[in-house]
């Protein structure tokens, strides 16, 4: 989209209302070098974007470190009326991980649709993720899809696993390993991942009617009008619920009972308790009731004991009416003849899979071993002696249907008391692998999770045998060429020390069927496409099964010191080592407290209150914290125990990417008066900390993007982007959202408040000087940067309350204004500028600028114009330490590609941005800080 720009005066611009959509324009802070990057990306277009959001007042607005996010751009300001306006996770902090083109992302019916094509797609059916805390593969609708453009010189990161799997994707797409979530960036060769050993089938589109009214004339007209309030009939090749109803019939063919009773024709399927569970679910999908009943019965033979047996009685006559349709036999199925019935013969193979799943999942054999060779699988069938033909008939179209998957059969007759039974075998090893694989069971958990371990061990075993054949054929060649003799070609077998299959499952197996399978080769490859792709599910495991490998932000703080640079200057190494042992940091760092999840309420609901209450800081700290460091209103319960067992174990760490802990000298102050103020003075140590929410936060965003998009179309909410995914504020899932919010900024409140505990203890430790009576370290100020707040603001001449969102953007009120601290209300608020690892920091005070223009809002720092992946292209990590280190700045962090990402030719000029927001009077100039020493993550 070309985004036309009109230009107000040097730093300010316009994006008119081109879009007949747009409610207001767009208002732009940026000099001619500035705006050059945001024409480069989609900034301008996600600000015409927000600027179609209902209950938007003024502008749209982009600050000059504004940069392309998720929906509203990095750098975002806008306010919404709170009664008429909306709340959006997009305006307030969220980033996507995003995988390749051509990924496959496993549904829950087995087959793959291509991730890219999912847009398109995926309303038609769930897809499988993994349940962490049921420990089994379960199904999640889809709640958006979301793509991104590859940015300039972006990398991305494949990996190869030993069975031949494959992912590829964003160096931060997070996949599941037995220690947890990895960034795919931090995989290394020889480390394990979960995969699920399912390969499942290729989607196949068909068009046509497969059940229609025709089929129920005669029937009672209640039927027809059930099943057609239901979504099944007319019953269509393209529905979505074909797949379940061919899973219930394959079970119904296998365990179900279909008959009449006092003139009422009944449904009931029988087998263990825990299968039939899993069968009332998809019922439950369709929108089918049914009851289970668990019999117990003593018995005595020889000793005694109970025997279960559990019975799933379906309600409803009209879906017992409609599996007949379908060729469900009525009465005892012994006692019938019948055939497979002809749609499923005529089925694309994914609705053929569904059906075997369903029907090996009643009536097949679980895989069982002996030492590393499978033995059959078999399904027995029994009838009256007249019906031979018939059963034979019936195991001939299963064998038809499992050729078409590759999967040899035999069908014998076994010897049984009374009528004749007949079993279908599948034999060999390549077919029993192929079933397993592609078809597999549905329903019983145990058959399906030994079934996928199996799965993975015979892919195993199949590579290690292809390994050892091609080192025979090598050695054949070499024999032939020397003249050599040799004793001719041998099938290879497998080594002896290779493990049984129960050795492989007890070691490699996790419940579900998913395995932990070793990666073999990790390598950085420019994509040969475009766009990256990510999507997002309901289910609170938030994760998708894409190749079959399990894949799934922020505030600054400053701390005044009464040392100087010459005091510092000698232990600046000693002094950042000793943050750097102190202060957590690093991906997936996890903090120095062991807070369990289930003890997180009180944080979320006191923020930086709770840290000073448990020894971690000062009581006058909280008066220089925005909002005291605790948002009033946040709900524990609001957020999710996901999003609470993610963030317990980070309380008390720094994280990684552009968070830091930053030793500074003020090295210009500008407005004398202010500064003084602040406790600020030329020549003086601080200590920036800029930290955040860590993966609580995230995960809150991540679970209420799901809500809204479940919600979005009941209040009929423009949606100009997906990403741009939002309710009203005042709605039930609006105000919830503000309050997991508000417990998330609690949350970051408070891991700043124990960081700058152990910042003054980093230093007591070097300087051997009390922290509060010799160092005077008080904190100056501390501001949120991606933060949601109610705020009062002016608007045409008249008062009005809006919710603000402010998205990589820093509040700046004007002197006194109420929210001020009253030490800082006579000079107004504080505003904290981060630069880039060896450039500037900034002090800036609020103004009245900014209450008039951007609602008491202004920049939050220097802004990207290298992706963490481009820079790493063009910057050596221990090059650019060595060469901040010849300018007199220390660094230590947990990896040179940290370093490399990190580099101040990454980001844009801070100078640029912090005279941007001066010159329009957004804030105004107080002091610069320069770095002498930085700890990174």
Not at 369 to 389: C, M, Q, R, V, Y
Not at 417 to 440: A, C, D, H, M, P
Not at 503 to 514: I, L, M
Request: overall charge neutral; proline content about 4%; glycine content about 10%.
């Amino acid at each position: 989209m070309t985004v036309p720009l009109k230009r107000i005066d040097k730093i300010r611009w316009e994006i008119p209302k081109f879009d007949k959509r747009m409610r207001v324009p767009g208002r732009v802070y940026a000099d001619d070098v500035l705006l050059e990057k945001m024409k480069s990306d989609r900034t301008l277009e996600q600000a015409a974007n927000v600027a179609m959001l209902p209950g938007i007042y003024k502008y749209s607005i982009v600050m000059p470190d504004g940069h392309q996010g998720y929906g509203f751009p990095i750098g975002g300001v806008a306010a919404f009326d709170v009664k008429e306006g909306v709340i959006s996770p997009g305006g307030i902090g969220y980033d996507i991980n995003c995988l390749a083109p051509g990924s496959r992302v496993l549904t829950e019916h087995g087959y793959w649709i291509k991730i890219e094509e999912l847009p398109e797609k995926f309303k038609l059916q769930g897809v499988k993720v993994y349940n962490l805390d049921e420990g089994h593969n379960d199904a999640s609708k889809i709640a958006f899809v979301a793509e991104r453009e590859v940015e300039e010189n972006e990398m991305a990161v494949r990996i190869v696993t030993e069975s031949g799997k494959v992912i590829e994707g964003s160096e931060d797409h997070p996949v599941l390993t037995p220690q947890g979530y990895v960034y795919l960036g931090n995989i290394k060769e020889g480390d394990l991942v979960i995969v699920y050993p399912f390969e499942g089938v290729e989607y196949e589109e068909r068009q046509g009617v497969i059940l229609d009214e025709k089929a129920f004339e005669g029937e009672d007209p209640q039927v027809l009008k059930f099943l057609s309030e239901k979504n099944l009939i007319p019953l269509r090749w393209d529905d979505p619920k074909i797949g379940t109803i061919a899973r219930i019939l394959g079970f119904a063919f296998g365990n179900g009972h279909l008959d009449e009773m006092a003139g009422r024709l009944t449904l009931a399927f029988y087998g263990k308790e825990e299968t039939l569970k899993e069968l009332k679910k998809d019922l439950e999908k369709l929108g089918i009731s049914a009851s289970l009943y668990v019999h117990e019965q003593d018995y005595s033979i020889g000793y005694e004991g109970k025997s279960v047996s559990a019975e799933l009685r379906v309600t409803s006559r009209s879906f017992a009416l409609l599996l007949e349709k379908l060729g469900m036999p009525r009465g005892k199925k012994t006692e019938k003849a019948y055939c497979v019935p002809k749609w499923i013969m005529e089925a694309p193979l994914w609705v053929k899979r569904n059906f075997l799943a369903g029907l090996f999942a009643a009536d097949g054999s679980i895989v069982e071993f002996k030492g590393n060779t499978p033995l059959p699988i078999n399904l027995t069938h029994s009838k009256d002696e007249e019906l031979s033909e018939s059963l034979i008939e019936f195991f001939g179209d299963v064998a038809k249907l499992l050729a078409e998957f590759g999967i040899k059969t035999t069908i014998y007759e076994v010897k049984s008391g009374k009528g004749v039974t007949y079993r279908l075998s599948i034999v060999g090893e390549e077919s029993i692998k192929t079933f397993v694989e592609r078809i597999n069971y549905e329903y019983d958990l145990e058959k399906k999770a030994k079934g996928l371990i199996a799965a993975a061990y015979l892919k195993l075993k199949e590579r290690v045998r292809d390994e050892h054949r091609k080192a025979i054929e090598k050695a054949i060649e070499v024999y032939e060429r020397t003249g050599s003799i040799h004793d001719g070609y041998r099938e290879p077998r497998v080594p002896k020390d290779f493990p049984t299959f129960e050795e492989f499952a007890r070691e490699r197996g996790y419940e579900g069927g998913f395995v932990a399978e070793r990666v073999v080769k990790v390598e950085r490859v420019r994509p040969s496409y475009t766009k990256f792709y990510d999507i997002g599910v309901y289910h609170e495991a938030h994760n998708f099964i894409a190749n079959g490998i399990v894949v799934h932000n922020c505030g600054v703080r400053l701390i005044r010191t009464n040392l100087t640079e010459k005091e510092v200057r000698p232990k600046i190494k000693q002094l950042v080592d000793t943050l750097f042992k102190n202060v957590p940091s690093g991906v997936g760092s996890e903090g120095r407290i062991k807070l369990r999840w289930t003890q997180i309420d009180d944080v979320l609901v006191d923020g930086a209150k709770w840290a000073v209450d448990n020894g971690y800081g000062w009581e006058r700290d909280l008066e220089r914290l925005e909002e005291g460091g605790r948002m009033e209103g946040a709900d524990p319960d609001a957020v999710s125990q996901r999003a609470k067992q993610r963030g317990a174990p980070q309380l008390g760490s720094l994280g990684s990417g552009n968070h830091f802990l930053e030793v500074q000298v003020v090295d210009k102050v500008y407005d004398e008066e202010i500064a003084k103020a602040y406790g600020l003075f030329e020549g003086q140590v601080v200590v920036m900390v800029h930290t955040g929410s860590r993966g609580l936060g995230h995960q809150v965003a991540s679970d209420y993007l799901r809500i809204m998009e479940r919600a979005i179309r009941k209040y009929r909410i423009p949606w100009p982007d997906r990403e741009l995914v939002s309710v009203p504020f005042e709605s039930e899932e609006g105000q919830k959202y503000f309050s997991a919010m508000k417990a998330a900024a609690n949350f970051a409140w408070a891991n700043r408040q124990m960081i700058t505990h152990w910042v003054r203890e980093s230093f007591q430790e070097v300087f051997r000087q009390d922290p509060e009576g010799d160092l005077g370290m008080d904190i100056v100020y501390d501001v949120a940067h991606n933060i949601g707040k109610v705020e009062e603001h002016e608007v045409n001449g008249k008062k009005v309350k809006v919710i603000v969102h402010r998205k990589g953007a820093t509040r700046a009120f004007p002197p006194g204004h109420e929210a001020v601290p009253k030490i800082y209300r006579d000079v107004g608020q504080p505003v904290l500028i981060p630069g880039s690892m060896g450039t500037a920091s900034y002090v800036l005070a609020g103004t009245e600028g900014a209450m008039r223009e951007t609602f008491g809002s202004t920049c939050h720092g220097a802004g990207r114009v290298l992706s963490r992946k481009a820079a790493t292209r063009q910057y050596r990590g221990d090059r650019i330490r060595q060469e901040l280190l010849n300018r007199g700045i220390y660094v230590r962090a947990a990896s040179m590609r940290v370093v490399a990402e990190e580099a101040p030719g990454a980001y844009k000029n801070v100078d640029n941005v912090v005279k941007v927001v001066s010159e329009a009077g957004i804030a105004k100039l107080v002091a610069r800080m320069r770095p002498i020493g930085v700890a990174k993550g």
